[in-house]
């Protein structure tokens, strides 16, 4: 039986596309170095045992400080599926040794919570953070996991261990503290906060899904959720890359400011906000600035710069659910179908006087997105092709952002939940074809 899954799993990933040639699936036991475990890693150890190749990064595979018959016999557990542990690269670059199998899962913040549901792993979840817990319309089975409370201010870390966890899949890469107060439990960081939407196929969060197939002994589903990650991915790619550069709006994207804010935070170029721009075809302001290459997530920008660029569209920033489980104001995205406080704190942003002269605001090209855009598994993809309809509206065939994101939810998150009828995710909504997209039909 374990033989035949093996082959099954190398068959399923013969026939997907070939990713990038820089990739490499960052597992211990990955002797050639490429993006999977399979015999041609223990071809290529016993190469190295005889002396006819170099050590690789991923070679030791048992991770003891050397390359002997030990590692081969590792890897042919790995490819069998019934290791006894595992070694992988944490989303920091780190080796985290986790005991096999992992059975029982805690998990912090939404895009963890996502892709327990992409892997069909839900039965492991023993309990979930505040965030996910507030979370039902998503989350409609996790969310009623016993809920170990807000992660990111005082974990519970005794609720924690009561629940006998063989991993904590954390959202924060501040792992030590975590990992020193739940000893016998594996503290994950997998990679999954940047996907990297321009070369998503050698980014830290397409490695996360890989390396938590293996993880979680959900390769299938893994390299399937990948498949269509990528491949939708380039399908917007392709539709926008035939968008002439001239045609290519200039783009201020932001955190929604509070009402005594003048200041507004833009955001660098690794952040998915940033990625998004520019899969859907359109040139962020920000990218000059010295600060889009060095900050890890936003910086501050005063209103004399922004008048200066004058941006023709400006996309603002709601978070939905914080990492601390704040359900933030206005509401949106899932857990929510009036899209009311996203137009009162749209009308609130144009009417502010030093950004009256824009031409963003005086051509109605304000727009409000919802952080489920951006902090879920989705990370941005969907996000993109609603903003590649507003940017190019007409100019992209039969892309329908709607349509990739219902099979999102139904195919991959495997939730029963109409966008018709629910969700508020951008506002003003998409118009396409004469279809409003981004709030349920009850608001439009």
């Known amino acids: 039986m374990k033989y035949s899954l093996a082959l099954a799993l190398c068959l399923l990933i013969a026939v997907l596309p070939a990713l990038g040639d820089g990739y490499v699936l960052h597992v211990f036991g990955n002797a050639n170095m490429d993006g999977t475990i399979d015999a ?80 069909k792993k839900t039965d492991s979840v023993v309990g979930v953070d505040l965030a996910v817990a507030k979370s039902p319309a998503e989350f409609p089975e996790l969310s009623k996991k016993t809920n170990v409370g807000a992660m990111y201010k005082d974990p519970d870390y005794e609720m924690i261990l009561g629940l006998k966890p ?39 969060f397409t490695d996360g899904v890989h390396k938590l197939g293996y993880v979680l002994n959900a390769r299938p589903e893994a390299e399937e959720y990948i498949k269509w990650h990528i491949d939708t991915i380039d399908r917007i790619k392709a539709l926008t890359d035939e968008i002439p550069e001239g045609e290519k709006p200039k783009v201020l994207v932001c955190a929604y400011p509070n009402a005594d804010e003048k200041a507004l935070y833009t955001f660098a170029k690794i952040d998915t906000l940033s990625n998004m721009v520019s899969l859907a075809g359109g040139n ?92 879920d598994a989705s990370k941005g993809l969907i996000g993109a092709a609603y903003l590649a309809q507003i940017f190019h509206a007409g100019k992209l065939g039969d892309l329908d952002p709607e349509a990739i994101h219902q099979e999102y939810l139904k195919k991959y998150l495997g939730i029963d939940y109409n966008l018709d009828e629910h969700g508020v995710f951008i506002y003003p909504p998409v118009q396409k074809d004469g279809k409003l997209e981004g709030v349920p039909d009850s608001f439009k």
């Open 284 to 375: 962020t302001v920000a990218a000059d600035l010295p600060d889009f290459l060095k900050s890890a997530y936003r910086f501050k920008v005063d209103p004399e710069w922004v008048i200066q660029q004058n941006p023709d569209y400006i996309i603002l920033l709601v978070v939905a659910t914080t990492y601390s489980g704040v359900i933030m104001d206005p509401p949106s995205g899932y857990e929510t179908d009036n899209a009311s406080g996203m137009k009162k704190a749209l009308e609130a942003f144009m009417s502010r006087p030093e950004y009256s002269n824009l031409t963003a605001v005086k051509n109605g090209h304000v727009y409000i997105l919802s952080g489920n855009m951006r902090n």
């Open 166 to 204: 063989d991993l904590l899949m954390t959202f924060s890469n501040a792992t030590d503290e975590k990992q020193k107060n739940l000893p016998g439990v594996s503290v994950l960081f997998a990679g999954l906060y940047y996907p990297d939407l321009i070369n998503p196929d050698a980014s830290k």
């Open 40 to 119: 041609k890693d223990i071809n290529y150890l016993k190469e190295i045992v005889a002396g006819k190749q170099d050590k690789t990064e991923m070679a030791d595979a048992n991770y003891d400080g050397k390359i002997d018959d030990q590692d081969i016999a590792q890897v042919e557990t790995i490819i069998n599926g019934n290791e006894s542990n595992l070694t992988i690269l944490d989303g920091n670059g780190l080796p985290l040794t986790i005991p096999m199998p992992v059975k029982r899962v805690v998990v912090e913040y939404l895009d963890n919570a996502d892709m327990m549901q992409i892997l």
